[in-house]
Structures are given as C-alpha cells and as structure tokens.
C-alpha cells in the first residue's frame, strides 16, 4: 500500500510548496481561475497530484523548487527539509537514497542561488478551494485552450492535471473531449516524456 505524504509535517515547518505567477499577467482573470494565452512558467505547484518522487532529478527539481520558494530559510533548516523529503517512510519519494548522494544533491541546491527552476509552462491556474467539479473545469480549459489553432503538448498537460487532481484516470479520450479535438491528434502531440507522466499519475490513483 502506497505511503501517504506527511504534508503536516511540512506545514507545520510553514514550508512554501505554491506559488502563482508573480509578474505574469493572466490575459484574463475571473473568480475561478487566470488564464495566460502565452502560457506562464512562474506556477509552482509542489505535491498537487498524489504522484511520487521516483527519480534523483525529480528529488532534485522539487529541491531546487522548495529553495526557490523558500529562500529566507537558513541552510540548515533547508537543508532538514530536504533530508525529510528524501526519506521513503515520509511519502514524498519511492526509493531509497545513500547520505552521500543526498549530502551532495542538497549541497549542489543550495550552491544554484536564486535562480527560477526550470517549469512547464501552464495556461489555465484554477483558483484556490473553487467548487468547480471535474466536468467543468475541463470544459473551461478546454474552451480557453481551443481558442488556439493548434493543439500542443502544453494544452494535453493542463487537462492531465485537471483530471489526476479530481482523482481521475487520465485516457486518452478523455483529453480529447475536454480539448475539442481528435484521439489522433492527442497521440500526434503527446511526446514520450508526457506519456511517461501519464502513467506515473494514473499510477499513483
């Protein structure tokens, strides 16, 4: 049985894993949710899906996110949330990782500065606690997103987050509902990485 993640912990250590754009503007903005036509990269949104850690350069990325977001903690105490983090029996990761390697990859962390870490890019950010069931916010996605005249590997992620964070097998006919357009043309768009992802969320359900 899969490890739930001890998010009290974190919280109660106020640690910030969230984070809307700061200087993006939405192209329109509502009570429910922003949307940016060009897409926006500032969105940080650690342990949105129930998917788990299972790579060093994942571990590393949702570090590098953790210090980004967090900058005013002191090294150590960065340096205990990421020891943390790394530890199976908290839920966050799904291997085991040597000291030595985590005393290095912390190290690497904290050496990068303030440096924004590299982020997909999003369109459509859902405000907080909106009531919105799963059905309507693809259908707000999906006619934000068909605004556009092409389908793109960026549009196929929104509506994978959507549907894996209302708990959600994502298929493949299913994004093609909420997008408007064919199975063919998701299979067309949909490279290796995405669909690595694909399974790791549907996975995690």
């Not at 205990?80 to 290095?104: E, Q, R």
């Not at 799963?134 to 259908?139: G, R, T």
């Not at 768009?189 to 995405?194: A, D, E, F, K, V």
Request: charged share 25%.
């Amino acid at each position: 049985m899969s490890q739930d993640r001890n998010m009290k912990w974190l919280n109660n250590r106020r640690g910030i894993y969230y984070r809307n754009p700061i200087t993006d503007i939405p192209t329109e903005s509502t009570d429910l949710y922003d949307y940016y036509a060009e897409g926006t990269h500032q969105c940080y949104s650690l342990f949105r899906s129930k998917a788990k850690i299972t790579t060093y350069k994942s571990l590393k990325w949702h570090m590098l996110v953790l210090r980004y977001l967090n900058d005013n903690l002191l090294d150590v105490e960065f340096a205990s949330i990421c020891h943390f983090l790394a530890d199976k029996d908290n839920g966050f990761v799904t291997f085991f990782i040597k000291s030595k390697v985590l005393h290095n990859m912390i190290k690497e962390v904290l050496g990068v500065g303030d440096t924004p870490p590299r982020n997909r890019i999003r369109k459509v950010i859902f405000k907080p606690y909106t009531l919105l069931t799963l059905s309507e916010k693809l259908s707000i996605v999906g006619k934000l997103i068909g605004r556009g005249k092409k389908i793109v590997e960026d549009d196929i992620y929104e509506c994978m987050l959507s549907l894996n964070n209302e708990k959600e097998k994502i298929t493949i006919n299913k994004i093609a509902k909420s997008l408007g357009c064919s199975t063919r043309t998701i299979y067309r768009n949909m490279g290796n990485q995405l669909k690595l992802e694909k399974e790791l969320l549907n996975s995690e359900l």
